[in-house]
């Protein structure tokens, strides 16, 4: 098994930044590939930064391309989203996501492990 924690939601203003923190434990050398997704209300959870563990190659859903960073710490166990730039259709709550599979690709059904969730609150 895996835990996830994140951690580094909040409000913040249009244009500003947030920098997300998910602190894995647990069989982490089984993890495969990591990831970000999100969940607004009323909305289906959706794929926002993924990055593999090979070789940290990264995805990011169009939407949040050019303004977030998805990055890993391997000594740390710990993966990090950088966000700038929040607009206020970036409000949701933000999951940190892990996958035993080498590609899970942005479906959060191939994801075995997830976080509990940090809210990402961005006023006009």
């Known amino acids: 098994q895996v835990q996830l924690v994140e951690s580094g939601g909040g409000l913040v203003q249009a244009g500003g930044s947030l920098r997300l923190s998910c602190a894995a434990s647990?069989?982490?050398?089984?993890?495969?590939?990591m990831g970000w997704f999100r969940q607004a209300p009323g909305r289906e959870r959706e794929f926002v930064a993924s990055?593999?563990?090979?070789?940290?190659?990264?995805n990011y859903a169009d939407s949040v391309k050019g303004r977030f960073t998805i990055s890993r710490d391997n000594a740390k166990n710990t993966l990090v989203l950088q966000m700038n730039s929040l607009k206020p259709e970036d409000t949701a709550v933000y999951y940190c996501?892990?996958?035993?599979?080498w590609g899970p690709g942005r479906d959060p059904r191939n994801y075995d492990y997830w976080g509990q969730g940090t809210q990402v609150t961005v006023s006009s």
């Open positions: 996501a892990a996958a035993d599979t």
């Open positions: 647990g069989r982490t050398f089984s993890i495969g590939a």
């Open positions: 990055i593999l563990c090979r070789d940290s190659m990264r």
